[in-house]
T-cell receptor, first 114, second 112 residues
Framework: DQQVKQNSPSLSVQEGRISILNCDYTNSMFDYFLWYKKYPAEGPTFLISISSIKDKNEDGRFTVFLNKSAKHLSLHIVPSQPGDSAVYFCAASRLSGGSYIPTFGRGTSLIVHP | DVKVTQSSRYLVKRTGEKVFLECVQDMDHENMFWYRQDPGLGLRLIYFSYDVKMKEKGDIPEGYSVSREKKERFSLILESASTNQTSMYLC???????????FGPGTRLTVL
């Protein structure tokens, strides 16, 4: 039973346009959300996060939106660049033993065409 | 910069062998994690550890065990490797309050 769902396995976007990656979760105990980016043959790297007390967090070209009532978050990349081509994992975390433990989605492969 | 290293990038083992995957982090993080990544299944948590000698089961612990004798080192053990354990194994570490996870480069394990 998937608690974190990324329903689009892949997304193709033209360079310069907006990329929107979506993520849905089911467990209302999750209160901290993150996006990670993964290139082939490398480990995932942290991209951006958002706490459940916010609905938006922005870092340069990357913005994460959180809709708690819908249990939905999205990552916007504007403008998209070919170097953004990677697999993006959404993670939802809940507090356990004093630390946040994440549950990851299955990932969305983003391809940005020049 | 946080550095998480894994002992091997590629490993080939035979069914029934005992396999050790080692992970070392250099940022004095409290928490360490082992995941496996499979196509279409994303990252699945095998085990994690809050502190030395402490371990907690993740979502798919069957067939695996772990050891954390020192804070910087977290080992994943496959007591008797099976072909369905062929996968990419990723180690990560983190610390409160941010709990951002820092990942190693991964070990691609093939069990024949």
């Amino acid at each position: 039973d998937q608690q974190v769902k990324q329903n689009s396995p892949s997304l193709s976007v033209q360079e310069g346009r907006i990329s929107i990656l979506n993520c849905d979760y089911t467990n209302s105990m999750f209160d901290y959300f993150l996006w990670y980016k993964k290139y082939p043959a490398e480990g995932p790297t942290f991209l951006i996060s958002i706490s459940s007390i916010k609905d938006k967090n922005e870092d340069g070209r990357f913005t994460v939106f959180l809709n708690k009532s819908a249990k939905h978050l999205s990552l916007h990349i504007v403008p998209s660049q070919p170097g953004d081509s990677a697999v993006y994992f959404c993670a939802a975390s809940r507090l356990s033993g004093g630390s946040y433990i994440p549950t990851f989605g299955r990932g969305t492969s983003l391809i940005v065409h020049p | 910069d946080v550095k998480v290293t894994q002992s091997s990038r590629y490993l080939v083992k035979r069914t029934g062998e005992k396999v050790f995957l080692e992970c070392v982090q250099d940022m004095d993080h409290e928490n360490m994690f082992w995941y496996r990544q499979d196509p279409g299944l994303g990252l699945r948590l095998i085990y994690f550890s809050y502190d030395v000698k402490m371990k907690e089961k993740g979502d798919i612990p069957e067939g695996y065990s772990v050891s954390r004798e020192k804070k910087e080192r977290f080992s994943l053990i496959l007591e008797s490797a099976s072909t369905n354990q062929t996968s990419m194994y990723l180690c990560a570490s983190s610390s409160p309050p941010s709990d951002t996870q820092y990942f190693g480069p991964g070990t691609r394990l093939t069990v024949l």
